[in-house]
């Protein structure tokens, strides 16, 4: 079965650069949409946008162009970068497959902003 | 403040049923699947209830979908310990243009 797991620095300092890659295993990246997910200190859930494998991307537009996704299908991985973090990006991060309902997911990683 | 209005928290003894609401608006549960999610502590969410009410290969049928107009309904029969988490409802926005979720509900069973 797919399986997800995300990676990256558990420690963002403000104003500096945030990236996160999700790897896929037990199954193609190929032909599916690739979402992320973020679940603030409080629970809430905030989708952040999607990537189609051949690299089409979608994001919420209420984040403001802070994110960019990309994918390596060479790898089965997908990334997403953030730029000018802010202590409002701590947050867990989520990868997940789809975009109109979201599974599997990966167990998440916790990412705090802070100096 | 989250797009779709779930209630903070809900409670029910072992062996009873209990909803879970879900609350939006014509642009997301109006027009759009529903899909819901189980967030046992310290895991990340699980997908439940996909198409307003179908379930995914391995979730028992004590969980079952509904949805009527802007609300949408979580549903579980034969409560369990187990079942004690968190539920979130989701769904995609045709105004926003994005993916929403609601605040998410505690359930305990007590």
């Known amino acids: ?115 | 403040q989250s797009v779709l209005t779930q209630p903070p928290s809900v409670s029910a003894a072992p062996g009873q049923k209990v909803t879970i609401s879900c609350s939006g608006s014509i642009s997301n549960i109006g027009n759009n699947y529903v899909s819901w999610y189980q967030q046992l502590p310290g895991t990340a969410p699980k997908l439940l209830i996909y198409e307003n009410n179908k379930r995914p290969s391995g979730i028992p049928d004590r969980f079952s979908g509904s949805k009527s107009g802007t609300s949408a309904t979580l549903g579980i029969t034969g409560l369990q310990t187990g079942d004690e988490a968190d539920y979130y409802c989701g769904t995609w926005d045709s105004s926003l243009s994005s993916g929403v979720f609601g605040g998410g509900t505690k359930l305990t069973v007590l």
């Not at chain 1, 051949?54 to 919420?60: Q, W």
């Not at chain 1, 990309?70 to 991060?93: E, G, H, I, M, W």
């Open chain 1, 1 to 115: 079965q797919v399986q997800l797991q995300e990676s990256g620095p558990g420690l963002v300092k403000p104003s500096e650069t945030l990236s996160l890659t999700c790897t896929v295993s037990g199954g193609s990246i190929n032909n599916h949409f690739w979402s992320w997910i973020r679940q603030s200190p409080g629970k809430r859930l905030e989708w952040i946008g999607y990537i189609y494998y051949s690299g089409s991307t979608k994001y919420n537009p209420s984040l403001k162009s802070q994110f960019t996704m990309s994918v390596d299908t060479s790898k089965n991985q997908f990334s997403l970068k953030l730029t000018s973090a802010t202590a409002a990006d701590t947050a867990v991060y989520f990868c997940a497959r789809g975009v109109a309902w979201f599974d599997p997911w990966g167990q998440g990683t916790l990412v705090t902003v802070s100096s």
